[in-house]
Structures are given as C-alpha cells and as structure tokens.
C-alpha cells in the first residue's frame, strides 16, 4: 500500500514538473488567479427520497342516519367542537312515534291472546291427564299456545325496532372533535332506504395530522418507519414541517401503470396551521449522519488547470524553491477500496497540494471525511484566471461570408 502512495506521489510531481519545465506556459501574472476555497469542519450528510401526499386527521367520522325523514332541527354547524354523545340534529318523529304506537298496540293484543290460551292451556291440561277430554282436543290448545308465544315474540320485536327507529331519529356525536362537514339543512328530507345519508363529518383532533403519501417503487426498499420526514405545503412557503414515518403499507397503488406505495406521517400541528386536504410536498430522510467532518463535493470533482497552477506556485514558491513548493509526502490512509481512495486539493498558506482522502456518505452537496482531513483545513473549490476574456463571435458571423462594403 505505501508503494502505491509513493507511485501518486510522483506521479503528482512528474506532471508538475514536466508542465512547467517541457510545455513552458506562457507567463500569468499569479496576482489575477481567482482560487475559491472551503473549511473542511463538522456538518451533516444526508440521503433524502421525495414524495407528495395529502393532509388528513388522524380520526374522521361521518355521521349519518339510519331512518328516513325530515331534518326537523340542526344544533351544530361548521367547525363547531363538540363532545361524544352531544346531540347534533333530530329528525322529524311524527311518523315514527305513530309507528311505535302501532307496534304497541300489536304487542298488547298479542299479550291478550297469549294470556287467553295459556289460561285455557291450564284449565285443559288437568282433564287430559284424567283422559276427560280428547286427545285432538288437547294437541289442539297447546298449538293455540304456542302460536300465540311466537305472536308475542314478533310483536315485541316489531315494537323494539320501531323504538329504537325512533332513538335513532336524535344525532348524536359519536367522538369528541370538530365538524368539518354539514351536508344538510333543515327542513331537507333524508332517505335512508338504499344507503346512509352522511349527515355530518367530524375530525377527531386537529393537532395531531397525519400525511399520506405515495412513494414510488423504486424508492420504498429505502423508506422505514421511524424516519425523519421535512415537508412543505402551499399555503406556508416558507415554512418547513416536521413529522415521522409511521407506517409503510403494503398495498400497491397502480396509476397508468405507475406503481406507487402510501406511508403514513405523523404530523404534529399544535397551532392549527395545517388543515385537512392541503398538499404536502414531502422530503423523507432516508440516512442521515450529523456532526461530521464535511467539505462540498465540489472538491472531490476539482482538478487544476496546470497553467494556473504553475504560474501560482512560481509565483509563491514552487518546484524550482524546493523549501517552499516541493509536494510533501502524501499521509497513508491505511487499507481502502477504490471507491473509497480520492484525491483533493488544499490549500495551507500560500502552498497548494493534493492530498487523498477516504469518503464516506455523499449527497451531492457535502462529502463525509473519514480520514485524510482536519476540521479547519482549506479545500479548492475552484481555481480561475480573473479578468480572461470570454469575448465570443458575433452570433450570425461567417469568416467565409462576405462582409459589408468597407468592411474587411
């Protein structure tokens, strides 16, 4: 490994040296070269999946009706808070309280006709077993009496739905929250014969949102729960949401032949600020590392112009003063891979030289520094002639063309 150190290293010098003593640039004046520099120092790396999803509560309930009739009363309305079990509205019972009526009479005429048979029952029983009476006879009051049990029985029935109809026609909140949703109004006739009528919606608590997203295939073998997620919406363009990934589903969403997941985000909103239906624009922190030592990618991708730099290191002293420009030996950074090995270019004082350095996690925007670097240590980002001219050709202009008259 130290072999292979040395063999950059002179390398690194060897074109140095033969740029400047074989290809003889022609002279710049060191005092016009622009060198942009970083600090490496102690920042964050992270690997970020986007995606887009909607603001819902956590808990919502529609409330609807079970019986058919008129909205005689509406107690609540829009965002008004409400408790369990607080009446919301009642629908008109005229025609119910007569149903129960009528069921009522039924049960009592049934009652009627079961007393009657079971006192004829008790009268006959005793004769039959002296054999007083037919056997016809009697299989013939116990079939009266059961009939008029099993009469009773439908009676009472009949009687405790058309009561529990009635209960029904009072709207009662089924969870404390606030109405998002009023779908009537008084006085408009609901019908519940084929399917339930949503009268209300009720969002559970607003403080506490949640997000569905869709995260695409490709990128949902990185999503995890617990993850950090960042997200913006329209209405607070300057503002960024925090949430956390609390469940990843497994049910595929397939959209013209898009293949999408949904994960669930809890989303804290103490101030009310976010509200059901808003568009999140999501950042989910799929890695993250903190207090690292980082310098910008940019310098991982820097290579010098050799020109520039020999000019500025005769200038400030180079090859040619040994006790200033001469590259010093190159650190080991022990064993690495190839991925691993890269080369960056520091500047310390006036001297400049390449040093190699072991990478970790990079985003495009910043580098982990394993090894190779110390916080403090100054990077080249950049490194330009000022003042060159980058004057170019006329746009339209043909040196074949012929030009106007006087003109040559």
Known sequence: MKKKTIIIIAVLAAILLSAFFILKPKKINAEKINIETAKAEKGTVSRTVTATGTLEAITTVEVGTQVSGIIENIFVDFNSYVKKGQLMAKIDTTNLAAALDQSQASLDNAKAELDYQQANYDRLAPLNEKRLISQSDFDQTVYNLNKARANYKSALAQHKKNQINLDYALIYSPIDGIVLNRAVEEGQTVAA??????????????TQMQVEADVDEADIGQVKQGQRVEFTVDAYPDMIFNGEITEVRLEPTVTNNVVTYTIIIAAPNPDYKLMPGMTAETEIYVQEKNDILVVPSKALRFSPDMKLLLSYMNKNGGPEKPGNGAMP?????????????????????????PVPVKIGMNDDINVEIIAGLSEGDEVILEMEETGKSTAKPAAGSNPFMPGPPGRR
């Open 329 to 353: 030996e190159m650190p080991m950074m022990g064993s690495e891979t190839q991925e691993e090995r890269n080369v960056i270019w520091i500047k310390r004082d006036s001297v400049i030289q």
């Open 193 to 206: 014969s084929f399917n339930t009528p949503t009268l209300f919606t009720i969002a559970n608590d607003l």
